[in-house]
């Protein structure tokens, strides 16, 4: 019996054209998890109609305190359905994509309930109201300069300024809760993120005038943050076979647009937001300083190549590709801006930017272990720096 057991792994491995080298999805074990997803996105589906149904027959007056406290019950009874079939699915059958999907419910239904406790607590705890503003008094001093922020805070209490962070730690609450009950590895990519957002959140409340001012180099903060956090959780599990290798999956994957766009603002913009900025934001918009027809375009969409290129190197280095797949909507619309300073047709500039972006993915991606393994060569196949930085195996192409 156990040669026969031993005989038929030996054929599904096999079978399998999986390498040791090659990323095992995060967000899918087989078909069976598309099959269960489609049933969940129903199910949620026709929850979401249900609760639209009831609030419609309690003939509450719409927006008052009963309605909205209705509207909060029917959500929060929401919120317990997805955390048992969480149990159930993720908790009990480890199946990754209904978790996402339901990761993603349950934190959103449990962010609105706790923001909407909060503001209800602002309304009928702190006193806050309309008429809170009714003694307005305009600052002195014109412009956005820190005199006057902080002449406008000094007439908001700390109850109405703490929003933000109650609204950050809204949201960092469930995902914490999904992800140390259930170690769904998109849950721990999403309390990374969380942690991050309510750091920048914490400090825009105490000092908003030094977070809009310093906001490029504070994204580039958050980005590296992200990346860093992910190559710590790689370093634990070089073989890439636990849970802590899902979640460095989608840290890089959440930090790579992230680090990418606050580079680029950085590029156009510099490392501070100076008056002439705030005076006319449209000249923050990447997407409009990318689309317009100028030296400034191409410029950016040059930088955007080289940060991809350099994603794409730390990519190889430590055995990652989400932090290239994250960069490919960016490389193309890079791609098309420098084709398209050469004067072709519009489907000529798509036809080119599709074949350059898909002619390099194909590369790289049959050249992948061949290219890390010349990367690598310095690099010691045992000791810290091989648990960031994989070795490529003797018997892999």
Known sequence: MSE???????????????RPS??????LNNFHDIFTTIGVV??????????AQIMSGLGLEEGSLRWQMALMGLIAGFAMIVWFLSALLVGHQRRILPGIVLCGAFSAAT??????????????????????FANFVEPESDGITRDAISSVLAQIPWSLRLLPVVAGLAALIPVSMYYFS????FAGGLVGVALAVLASLALLTIDPYTAGVYAPAINVAIGGALLLAGIIFDARDPGRSTRLSGTAFWLHFFAAPILLMAVLNVVQIGWTFDEADFANPEQMNLLLAMGADNDNAAQLAVVALIVIALFALVSLLINRRALIVSGLLTAGISIGVIVSGSGLGAGAVIAVTLLLLGGVVVLLGAAWNPVRRILLAPVPDAGPMARIFPPVSAAEG
Request: hydrophobic share 55%; aromatic share 8%.
């Open 182 to 185: 259930f170690r769904l590895p």
């Open 4 to 18: 026969t057991l031993n005989e038929n792994a030996a054929d599904v491995a096999s079978a399998s054209s999986a």
């Open 111 to 132: 962010t609105v309930i706790l923001v909407w406790a909060y503001i209800q607590f602002l309304i009928h705890g702190a006193g806050i109201g309309e008429d809170m």
């Open 42 to 51: 129903i199910l949620l589906g026709g929850l979401m109609i249900g609760t």
């Open 22 to 27: 090659d990323e095992m999805l995060p967000f």
